[in-house]
């Protein structure tokens, strides 16, 4: 199994090379094989293509400054993430994804690899500055938290890398023998370096999600788990019951395959397998967004609030019934609110850092 810096390494080769001016039909036939290899090829094309687009904008935030000055706070948030201007492409709650940036060639006539990921490691640390990633010593390992509304990226010693969600907090340690990861609150995606002597832990209570090199979210609520695998294979541990649907392992436990998505609770495991692609689109939170299919707007709102400061509440049942499809900037609820106002016979009623939703 490829590393996660073996193939960062060769998506910011391929970037970097389309970015020359030296790029080539026999490589953009190359680059679509490569992509269509695996889902993991895919997101580090992407996540590096972000990258070298934050770069270009935050060379351009910091035009007319000193050298060493820093853009005013205000300014750091400038990037598609933290858009509000959300509503040109949504009809009847259907907001779509923009279309890719095109790469902007960079004035060097000569790529340089090491310069997409250097680039890559100065607007990862903006980002952990934007969205608020905190740390902690303890003596139970390192703490990483984030604020409602946060994102952040966390790369581990052993090559592993975590991302956090909203209002996560987590603690790694890693000794000779596991890489162990208590969630205390939140929800984090994992992409584990492969080490078969150094398993990979996740701890919830009595509930462990367990693997070697593999890529899956876990999701805390409260007691209860819920965890996408997206590449690899995990097995989750309940310490108090047997599974409610069969795996492959012993009494408590299953094994989560790619494609995925178990629940985990006092009363057993279960586990849905709908398919890598709506796997991957649970997961999009990562690039800020929230898709949902024919949800009920009482679970849209309750994941909005998850996000924002400013909380939504609804008023009617048969408001909170309705179903509704789409894909939504997490942090732009007021687009969202706008959606259900002009397209829905629901009225939007705002109070303070209150919404409140009535017929």
């Avoid at 819920?226 to 989750?236: H, L, M, P």
Wanted: hydrophobic share 40%.
């Amino acid at each position: 199994m490829e590393s996660h810096k073996q193939i960062e390494d060769q998506a910011a080769e391929y970037l970097a090379k389309r970015d020359s001016g030296e790029w080539t039909d026999a490589d953009q036939v190359a680059l679509q094989h490569w992509m269509a290899e695996s889902t993991a090829h895919r997101v580090a094309l992407l996540r590096l293509e972000g990258v070298w687009d934050d770069t270009r904008r935050l060379k351009a935030l910091t035009a007319g400054l000193q050298r060493g000055a820093v853009p005013p706070p205000g300014q750091w948030r400038q990037s598609p993430f933290f858009d509000s201007d959300s509503e040109a492409s949504t009809q009847h709650g259907v907001n779509a994804l923009p279309p890719a940036t095109p790469p902007v060639s960079p004035p060097e006539s000569h790529y340089s690899v090491r310069k997409v990921r250097v680039y890559a490691v100065a607007a990862t640390l903006l980002m952990a500055l934007g969205v608020g990633l905190y740390v902690a010593s303890s003596p139970t390992g390192e703490r990483y938290g984030t604020p409602v509304g946060g994102i952040a990226q966390v790369p581990l010693r052993d090559g592993s890398h975590i991302t956090l969600n909203t209002a996560t907090q987590l603690r790694v340690d890693l000794t000779p023998h596991e890489r162990h990861v208590r969630l205390d609150d939140g929800e984090a995606f994992f992409e584990v370096a492969h080490d078969p002597s150094r398993p990979f832990v996740v701890q919830v209570g009595d509930k462990r999600v367990i693997a070697v090199g593999t890529q899956f979210s876990v999701r805390r609520n409260g007691a209860d788990i819920r965890v996408v695998v997206t590449e690899g294979k995990v097995r989750i541990e309940n310490g108090t019951t047997t599974p409610q649907v069969a795996g492959d392992g012993a009494a408590g436990e299953v094994f989560v395959t790619p494609g995925g998505i178990a629940s985990a609770g006092d009363e057993g495991i279960v586990v849905q397998r709908p398919g890598l692609a709506e796997a991957e689109e649970d997961l999009s939170w990562r690039q800020g967004y929230l898709t949902f299919h024919d949800t009920s707007l009482a679970d849209a709102v309750a994941e909005f609030n998850r996000y924002n400061l400013h909380k939504i509440t609804i008023e009617d049942p048969s408001v909170a019934a309705i179903r509704i499809s789409g894909t939504f900037r997490a942090l732009n609820y007021e687009a969202f609110v706008r959606v259900l106002d002009n397209g829905f016979a629901i009225h939007a009623r705002n109070a303070g850092d209150l919404t409140t939703l009535t017929k």
